[in-house]
């Protein structure tokens, strides 16, 4: 008997091809065609292994990815717009907030919890879908309560006719709005909690759990009576309804299962904590940190407030420059857990081009339908294109090259003074061509000790 991931995960990517995937992936992403191959390869042997008996698919664990690149260069977008595409739950976590000044840094298992977290707000956001329209139905029957209450019937055969006749014109009249200016008192749930103070050292999550548990009468919300109009009524009704018809079991147990079978942790500056010569300093925690994820990325159960999560079948997407350290600094069996390496490229010129305009959201489109909302019609010439790509490709090899990234600063420095004096223009059409380009960058890309703070 087969088994399968969640219903969504099958219908969103189960026909998709690893060429298809790729191409998903280069509507937002310049490049990078190895990394894209590789993520592809690894969603699309999710799917592979949705087909087969229970038994192997076990036995079968993902093929963990470590991508190696300078910062701006995509690792961490490709990830997230994988995830989007498969719809999993996905988490970006990075490696150096497990160790700061010693080992004081976060609970490794917290990325388990978290990622859950995520899983049941994705799940949530599914089952409200299903029931919105039959929430709303019960808020409007519950607020047509409110405003037109059933009188005791007199006659047993005339008034439930009215009556129904009644409700029903003041139904229109709620749907057309007619009703929005009336108020109307609702019971309304008080959202308080009390406060503890937490005892370094212990987990916060098992403190809640625990105290809920013991407390049950201390956690529960107290309803008074309010005020609100016909509009807020409804929408806070609609709002109690939908909790009414989720069952949150039912989601968290999906929850879990979605997470253990399609769950995505990227764990970025992997070569933060890649270290491993000497017996003191940094060192320690560093390779103190690498051992506590190495049985979260291994496979082992995690306890969660929604129920126990295994880790083994939760692909773990790992990033780093390695500009000082090198994947072989890692533990060995940390670097025996993410089998497939793939080198990302730095960007040049030619790829910033592409940025610049390619992408569904690319940074000249954001900007165009910014200024849009002040009216004004804000163009870019081929030319003033490719002379913004020079110009951050020339900063960031003189400077620190921040990749991608140096293009928002780029680009937020040329139209400094359109975004500033926008709303007071007179004229709302702007070009922005090769001369304007060089006017407001030429001289902070000369001045070598200027760039460096401002670019």
Do not use: F, S, T, W
């Given at each position: 008997m087969p088994i399968y991931l969640p219903e969504t995960t099958q219908t969103s990517t189960d026909a998709l091809t690893p060429r298809q995937i790729v191409a998903e992936l280069d509507k937002y992403v310049i490049g990078q065609k190895?990394?894209?191959?590789a993520v592809a390869i690894a969603l699309r042997n999710r799917m592979r292994r949705q087909k087969l008996s229970p038994e192997l698919a076990e036995e079968i664990a993902p093929k963990n990815i470590l991508m190696i690149g300078p910062t701006g260069v995509g690792k961490t977008e490709i990830a997230r717009r994988l995830a989007r595409l498969a719809q999993s739950p996905f988490l970006?976590?990075?490696a150096s907030k497990f160790t700061e000044v010693g080992y004081v840094g976060r609970d490794v298992e917290s990325m388990v919890?978290?990622?859950?977290?995520?899983?049941?707000d994705l799940v949530r956001g599914e089952r409200l879908e299903e029931v919105r329209t039959k929430a709303a139905q019960n808020a409007e029957d519950r607020l047509l309560d409110i405003l037109l209450p059933p009188p005791p019937p007199a006659s047993p055969s005339d008034e439930p006719r009215e009556t129904t006749g009644t409700r029903e014109h003041f139904r229109e009249q709620l749907r057309a709005g007619r009703l929005d200016a009336r108020t109307v008192e609702i019971d309304v749930r008080e959202r308080s909690s009390p406060s503890f103070e937490i005892i370094a050292g212990g987990n916060v999550e098992e403190i809640d759990v625990n105290l809920k548990d013991m407390l049950p009468g201390l956690f529960q919300s107290k309803t008074k009576r309010r005020k609100l109009k016909v509009p807020e009524a409804l929408e806070y009704l609609k709002q109690e309804e939908e909790q009414k018809l989720i069952d949150m079991d039912s989601v968290a147990r999906a929850a879990v299962d979605r997470v253990e079978q399609a769950g995505i942790i990227f764990i970025d500056?992997?070569?933060k904590i890649a270290g491993r010569e000497?017996?003191?300093g940094p060192d320690v925690s560093r390779e103190g940190v690498?051992?506590?994820i190495l049985?979260?990325?291994e496979g082992t159960t995690v306890n969660t407030k929604h129920g126990m999560v295994r880790t083994d079948h939760i692909l773990f997407i790992a990033a780093g420059a390695f500009h000082v350290s090198k994947p072989s600094d890692l533990i060995p069996e940390l670097q025996g857990r993410f089998p497939i390496r793939v080198e990302l490229e730095p960007l040049g010129k030619d790829e910033f081009v592409r940025i610049l305009t390619e992408p569904r959201s690319a940074l000249v489109k954001q900007y165009m339908a910014l200024m849009d909302t002040e009216g004004i019609t804000l163009t870019f010439t081929p030319g003033a294109i490719e002379r913004i790509a020079d110009f951050a490709t020339r900063v960031n090899e003189r400077t620190e090259n921040i990749g991608a990234r140096r293009l928002h600063t780029v680009m937020e420095k040329l139209l400094d003074e359109i975004s500033f004096e926008g709303?007071?223009?007179?004229?709302k059409t702007v070009t922005i061509d090769d001369a304007y380009v060089t006017r407001m960058l030429a001289d902070i890309v000369k001045n070598e000790d200027l760039s460096r703070y401002i670019l």
């Open positions: 190895a990394a894209k191959r970006k976590v990075e919890r978290d990622l859950v977290e995520l899983g049941v500056e992997i070569d000497g017996g003191h690498q051992r506590d049985p979260i990325v709303p007071d223009l007179a004229v």
